[in-house]
């Protein structure tokens, strides 16, 4: 079975830091890219960032660029988020996902893990 | 950026109801927008993929259409399990963006 587990998350204060981490099983991890979604409280989904199976290539929504990190272990199949300067607008539930096609991001995510919760207050 | 917007915001129907929720980008994505289900509380589901393409597993009373600009989901025959959020996200370039989101009530 195809799985994503999303661990990290808590409460933290404006301007900490903080990493998540994403562990995948039963597809092979290397081979996929793979992104982070979040989705505030009441609110929509929100793309955060993405990144290629080598790691080698990533993306950034604005929101976050500059403060966030994404990377993978491929030797451990799990993906991470390091967070730093957060604000109390980075509270949302965290999600990894995994899209359709191994290679790129066009046919949408099909996989989720079941989230992460990051407060940001102090 | 690309700029996703749907419409309506919400919708309230009856269980065999037919509805539609329509997406519109803010630039040409020929068939690269996605649908996802999200009921309270769940991580999204993939529905529908490449504007049409019905994800495996999915009724098939769900189906999508368009292309370039203009994008709609639509259910055929409403049943209850079917309330919940649904959103369209582009998949054509960096940033992905999401739609705001639809969210559907059974009267």
């Known amino acids: 079975e195809v799985q994503l587990l999303e661990s990290g998350g808590g409460l933290v204060q404006p301007g900490g830091s903080l990493r998540l981490s994403c562990a995948a099983s039963?597809?092979?991890?290397?081979?996929?890219?793979m992104s982070w979604v979040r989705q505030a409280p009441g609110k929509g989904l929100e793309w955060v960032s993405a990144?290629?199976?080598?790691?080698?290539?990533?993306y950034y929504a604005d929101s976050v660029k500059g403060r966030f990190t994404i990377s993978r272990d491929n030797s451990q199949s799990t993906l991470y988020l390091q967070m730093h300067s957060l604000r109390a607008e980075d509270t949302a539930v965290y999600y990894c996902?995994?899209?359709?096609?191994?290679?790129?991001?066009?046919?949408?995510?099909?996989?989720w893990g079941q989230g992460t919760t990051l407060t940001v207050s102090s | 950026d690309i700029q996703m917007t749907q419409s309506p915001s919400s919708v309230s129907a009856s269980v065999g109801d037919r509805v539609t929720i329509t997406c519109r980008a803010s630039?040409?994505?020929?068939?690269?927008l996605a649908w996802y289900q999200q009921k309270p509380g769940k991580a999204p589901k993939l529905l529908i993929y490449?504007?049409?393409s019905l994800q495996s597993g999915v009724p098939s009373r769900f189906s999508g259409s368009g292309s370039g600009t203009d994008f709609t989901l639509t259910i055929s025959s409403l049943q209850p399990e079917d309330s919940a959020s649904y959103y369209c996200?582009?998949?054509?370039?960096?940033?992905?963006?999401f739609g705001q989101g639809t969210r559907l009530e059974i009267k």
């Open positions: 630039q040409d994505i020929s068939t690269w």
């Open positions: 996902a995994k899209p359709l096609r191994a290679t790129d991001h066009y046919f949408g995510m099909d996989v």
């Open positions: 039963g597809f092979t991890f290397s081979s996929h890219a």
């Open positions: 490449a504007a049409s």
């Open positions: 996200q582009q998949g054509n370039s960096f940033p992905i963006t």
């Open positions: 990144i290629f199976n080598s790691g080698g290539r990533t």
